[in-house]
Nanobody, 115 residues
Framework: QVQLVESGGGVVQAGGSLRLSCTAS????????MGWYRQAPGKLRELVAQ???????NYADSVKGRFTISRDNAKNAVYLQMNSLQPEDTAVYYC?????????WGQGTQVTVSS
């Protein structure tokens, strides 16, 4: 079993930045595919960014060039640096991984961008 804990959300003005963190319990973190998802009110949860063990990163088109996902395997942590935030980025952001066919989610952290 994997426990994920997110932090770093908050309220920021449009154009501002936030850095989200997610720490994972257990061993083998370096082998996990890690992803950040978000869910805005009334919308489906969507993939924002993911990073695989080899370091390859993928981003949703809506965040390319503004968000950066990174990981620190020594700290069992994955980060999402969010720059040039816009009101449409307002959502609950979740960290996710999959281990042995099971999906594990964090509790989510709220990001609110005011115009």
């Amino acid at each position: 079993q994997v426990q994920l804990v997110e932090s770093g959300g908050g309220v920021v003005q449009a154009g501002g930045s936030l850095r989200l963190s997610c720490t994972a319990s257990g061993n083998g973190f370096a082998m996990y595919r890690m992803g950040w998802y978000r869910q805005a009110p009334g919308k489906l949860r969507e993939l924002v960014a993911q990073i695989i063990p080899g370091g390859t990163r993928n981003y949703a088109d809506s965040v390319k060039g503004r968000f950066t996902i990174s990981r620190d395997n020594a700290k069992n942590a994955v980060y999402l640096q969010m720059n040039s935030l816009q009101p449409e980025d307002t959502a609950v952001y979740y960290c996710k991984t999959t281990k042995l066919g099971f999906d594990y989610w964090g509790q989510g952290t709220q990001v609110t961008v005011s115009s």
